[in-house]
């Protein structure tokens, strides 16, 4: 089983840069995918980046494509979220998730929340 808890979220003005981490229990951090989701007011949860287990493939949603960059950490359990140039449409709950294979996205995270101000 692997517990995930976000943190970094916050307010920031528009064009501002903000990280995102999210710090996983256990020893089998390294053997998920992992993916960042956000979820809006309002709106779906909805995709923005995974990456593979080893933190050598990446795939972003094309809205956050350029912006937005994951990386992890196996070594200290972590995963991240680069966020650059942001916008006011960024503003959402964002969540970390690991999954096996992409499809059923079976650990999630409570949520850090991100605000974005134009």
């Known amino acids: 089983q692997v517990q995930l808890v976000e943190s970094g979220g916050g307010l920031v003005q528009a064009g501002g840069s903000l990280r995102l981490s999210c710090a996983a229990s256990?020893?089998?951090?390294?053997?998920?995918?992992m993916g960042w989701f956000r979820q809006a007011p309002g709106k779906e949860r909805e995709f923005v980046a995974r990456?593979?287990?080893?933190?050598?493939?990446?795939y972003y949603a094309d809205s956050v494509n350029g912006r937005f960059t994951i990386s992890r950490d196996n070594a200290k359990n972590t995963l991240y979220l680069q966020m650059n140039s942001l916008k006011p449409e960024d503003t959402a709950v964002y969540y970390c998730?690991?999954?096996?294979?992409?499809?059923?996205?079976?650990?999630w995270g409570q949520g850090t929340q991100v605000t974005v101000s134009s």
């Open positions: 256990g020893r089998t951090f390294s053997t998920y995918g």
């Open positions: 998730a690991a999954s096996k294979d992409y499809k059923k996205w079976n650990y």
């Open positions: 990456i593979s287990y080893g933190g050598d493939s990446t």
